[in-house]
Structure formats: C-alpha cells, structure tokens
C-alpha cells in the first residue's frame, strides 16, 4: 500500500519492514505488546516511547497515502474504499487502545525524569485521557466519511466556457480578465453551479454539526465548540481571545480593505464595482503569469529555497525526486491544497490544483514553508514532537510566503511585473484577515447555536461578513450567492475550527519578515529555530524562539497593519 520515499526514512527497529496494513490482525500484536511490556526505569521507558513512536508514524502515514491518493482522484471507487476501510475498521480499534497506552504512561512514577522537551506531549496527554469516550468512536470514523464527501461533491463541479468543461480552479482565472462581460459571465457561472449543491452542503453540514455536537455532549461540554477548544489542546488562548481578534480585525483592518475597494472602484471608473471586478488588474494588464506548468513551477521554488536556505532547497528537491508532489488541477481532483507530513518517510507530500496564476505561486510558497517544516523536524526524538499545533505551523507557512518574495524575480523578469505581483500579494496578506475573522466568528456561531437551520445560517453569515467586508462593492442582485459563500469554506466542513490559526499565524508571520527586512540571516536562524522545536513547546515559546509576539490585541494588529500598508506604497 504504501509509497514511501527511501532517501530519508529510517529503519525501523520494532515492526518488520514488510507489514502491511490490510487488516487489524495484523498490527494488534504490537499494540498487545506495548500494552503488556514491563517498564521498570528510563531507559525502557525511553525504549517503549521509541517503538510507540515507530507505531504510530507507520500507521499514521499509511493512512496519509490512503487520505491523498483519495483525493488526488475522486472518482476511483476503490480508493475511496482504501480510505474508507482504514476509517472505519483500523481507526476504531486504535482508539481504545491507544487510550490504554496512555493510561499506562500517565501512571509511570519517573515520567520527570524524560526532561522539559517532553512537557508540552504529556499536558496533551492528559488532555487526551480525560476526552477519551468509547461511545465517540463510531461517531469520529462516521465524522471523517461524511467530511469527505463535501471534497468529493467540489471535485465534481465545472462549468462550460467556449464549449470546453473546466475544472472551477480554472474558470477562477477568467475572473482577471479585462474582458468585463466575460467575467460577469463566468462569476455567475461559477456560482449557479455552486447552487447546484448548494442544498446538498446545507444537508451535509446538519449531518456533520449532528455528529459533533453528540461527542460534545458525551464529553460533557456545553457545545461542540467548547470540546473542540480542548481537544485541540488550546491552553495558550481562549475564545474570548479570538473574539478579541474578530474586533481588532474589524476596527483596524476592515477600513484598509475598504479603502482598497475604494481605489480600486475608481481606478477602473466603474459606476457601480461588483464582484467580478475585484480580480481585474485596474490598469488594463493582463492576468499574471509567473509559470508555464508544474515543472516550471517547482525548478524556480527549489532555486528560491536554495537562495533562502540550503535546507529549504534540499527539501523541496528530494520531495520532487521522490514523487512527493501532485500539483496540478485537473478534473476528479479534490479543491484545495495541503502539505501532509509523512511521519515516517521524514518528507512530507504537496498538493495543490495548480492552474498558473500568481495565487498558485503563492500558496506552492505557503505549503513549502510547511514543508520545511516537517524537514526541520525529522530527526526528532518521537512521532509526537513532529506534530505540532497549527498556530506553529501556519507561522511556518505564512512567513515563507512573505520571506520568499525577494526570490521573486525567478518567476517576473520584468520588474513592473513583480512589483506588481509583490503589491497584490501584501493587499491579499492584509485583506484575508477579515474573511479568517469573519469565518471564525461565524464558526463560534455556528456551534452555540446548534439547533441553527439552514436559512439562519445563511442569514447570520451575511450579518457577520457584511460587517467585516468593504460596503463599496455592489452587490444588488446578488445577494443569493453572497449570503452562501460560506459553503466554499472547506474548513468548516472538514476541520472545523481550523481556521483563526491562519489569522493568529498571519500576524506573526507579518512581524517575523518584519525582522526579516532589518536582518535577513538572523530573522532565517530564529525561524529555523522555532521551526526546529516541533511540539516541545508552548506556541507563546515558539513564537519567541522566532523573534515575535504571539498576541493579537488591537495596538499590535494596528502596528503590523501599518508596517504592510509602508511597504505597499514603497513598491
């Protein structure tokens, strides 16, 4: 089943190199084992941790083959299956165990003695033990089947333009063009298919919500969100944190993008700007093009990688030797992008559905950053220290994205092309802060009010973003598609309050390049060495470690909005 690159991937020392997970049988005798070995002093602790460690990374990287290769085609029956057949019937059985593992650990009398690198695993834990309910595995495996069907149901969609179907990635493009009735055609095409499914999605998320909220009340919380807090192991911040963050956004940032949409509207002399018109470049140029193909795409980010770091370039470059990319778009192929760590192999896979614009070369620079990531923290001592809370990971990300821009020029020989390409990018830097604010907020919503129905959702939706959106687009006639935009959220469908990280993340990925314009070798050293912890620390020590802040009040978030507003007029 598995493909697994050989260039990092170390020997295992515990299961044989030919297991193969096909069925539960074959992988119960080592958790049996674990579970019975006697564990008198550090070193058989240390010795027990380690294969406890190889354990996991075999299984959770099987399953990453399975989860990507699902998602790279859709409309393959058997790999849907493959996926399918590990949710249902190998993580049902992992889960109580594993929580027997647990237990057995939490009681050790010298866990102290494993040192301060360890903390932060055993708070999670404990975390873990205390959530753990038998009666909510059924209703994860159900969770991550159902969640996989709003990929599936995206992957599916297309339009016809000039009598040819295209994925809907790729008719996104048409909306840069000059062409104004071209674009109005394609937008409203775009999003009559949406409706298509629209009610199937509404029906979807009743579902999914259902689900959530039975483990929360089994977890004895109020509401899934509450749940969701801990189980996501958020001891650094609370909601009333990221309510805070919703209004410093709305106060601070809101008016910018506002403004944003003000120069935009008359730079084109539009009477009325619409939805369509907020792609266009204003000047009359035609959409950016920083790449030809994926090839293309990946040879200029291993030079830029390179010209960063040594260690970037490597990464990127063994990933490419070793079939650790599917970049392209193309029809059955799931939306969205991800970078998923192989725990195992030591190199993580990209995906993406590529199509050549500049959002592309952004987000292949975003899911490099986490790349180098899961790179910076292969050789660390267990599986657990590899995985590390998505506030530290979108730091990652989100800075590579920013670093990387002095590296530009590899993808725009033409220097107005690429002062171009760098002002559109930090407009978009500043202008997702309010979508991620209003999303999260919507989110919090969403699950203290359970009992919600589909037209209040949609009603609560425009509510929320109309606050945090500029009020000089127009959108009369349109109010249909604006009041379910959120339906193209995949968060919210699959990973459900995943999201505010991106937020958190943005603004301390704006203040690490920050340091990066003063000092470029320092601010690279600290990033790699906030990087390199992995999940040894608190995300507040990790975020020092890089040389910032993790905070997200009003003072700060108006501080870092100014320094992006500087060096958009200095280009």
């Known amino acids: 089943m598995n493909t697994v690159s050989t260039t990092l991937k170390k020997k295992r020392t515990y299961l ?68 399918n057949f590990f949710v249902e019937e190998i993580e049902p059985k992992i889960a109580p165990i594993s929580n027997e593992l647990n237990k057995k650990l939490s009681k050790i009398t010298f866990l102290n003695e494993l040192g301060s690198d360890y903390d932060v695993t055993l708070r999670d834990l404990k975390t873990s033990l205390k959530l753990f309910r038998e009666e909510n595995i059924p209703i994860s495996s159900k969770i991550q089947i159902e969640a996989q069907k709003y990929g599936s149901t995206c992957a599916k969609m297309s339009i016809e333009l000039d009598g040819k179907e295209i994925t809907m990635q790729k008719a996104q493009l048409f909306l840069k063009e000059n062409d104004r009735s071209k674009r109005e055609a394609v937008y409203l095409k775009l999003e009559e298919r949406r409706q298509q499914d629209a009610n199937y999605l509404q029906e979807l998320f009743d579902d999914l919500k259902k689900l959530r909220t039975s483990i929360a009340k089994n977890t004895n ?151 180098v990531h899961s790179y910076l923290t292969k050789d660390l001592e267990i599986t657990d220290f590899k995985s590390f809370p998505s506030e530290v990971a979108e730091l990652a990300s989100m800075s590579m994205e920013l670093i990387s821009m002095d590296q530009w020029g590899l993808f725009f020989e033409d220097e107005e092309e690429l002062k171009r390409a760098k002002k559109e990018h930090l407009k978009k830097v500043i202008g997702v802060l309010p979508w991620i604010a209003a999303v999260d907020k919507f989110q919090h919503w969403l699950y203290e009010n359970e009992n919600n129905t589909a037209e209040e959702r949609d009603e609560k939706w425009l509510n929320i973003i109309s606050k945090f959106s500029s009020d000089v687009t127009d959108w009369s006639g349109l109010e249909k598609y604006r009041k379910q935009s959120w339906l193209k959220q995949l ?81």
């Open 16 to 83: 044989p190199e030919s297991l193969t997970i096909d069925n539960w049988n074959t992988i119960e005798p080592y958790f049996k084992e674990l579970s019975e070995r006697s564990i008198k002093n550090k070193v058989e602790l240390k010795k027990w941790l380690a294969d406890r460690s190889e354990l996991d990374a075999v299984l959770e990287e099987d399953m990453a083959w399975r989860y990507i290769r699902m998602n790279i085609d859709t409309t393959s029956k058997e790999l849907a299956e493959s996926f």
């Open 221 to 371: 919380h109020k509401n899934f969100r509450d749940y969701k807090f801990e189980a996501m192991c958020r001891f650094d911040y609370t909601a009333d944190d990221c309510f805070e963050f919703h209004n410093a956004v709305q106060k601070n940032i809101t008016p910018i993008v506002n403004n944003f949409a003000l120069e935009r509207k008359n730079a084109l002399g539009y009477e009325n700007l619409k939805p369509w018109d907020n792609e266009v470049d204003t000047t009359g140029k035609p959409p950016l093009k920083p790449f030809k193909n994926a090839n293309e795409l990946v040879e200029k980010t291993i030079q830029s990688f390179y010209n960063i770091d040594q260690s970037f370039g490597d990464c990127v470059s063994l990933m490419r030797d070793n079939g650790h990319l599917d970049l392209d778009s193309k029809k059955g192929k799931a939306p969205g992008g991800f970078n998923y760590p192989l725990f195992e192999s030591g190199l993580p896979f990209i995906y993406m559905n590529s199509v050549g614009s500049l959002r592309d070369l952004v987000t292949m620079m975003h899911e490099g950053g986490h790349a």
């Open 491 to 571: 968060h919210i469908f699959e990973v459900p309050f995943y999201y505010i990280e991106y937020g958190f993340a943005q603004l301390g990925a704006i203040a690490v390049w920050k340091n990066y314009k003063q000092d470029p070798s320092l601010a690279i050293q600290k990033y790699k060495n906030a990087l390199s912890l992995g999940n040894t620390a608190t995300i507040p020590e990790i975020y020092e470690a890089a040389g910032v802040s993790f905070k997200f009040n009003e003072s700060y978030v108006k501080e870092l909005a100014d320094f992006i507003i500087e060096e958009i007029n200095q280009l």
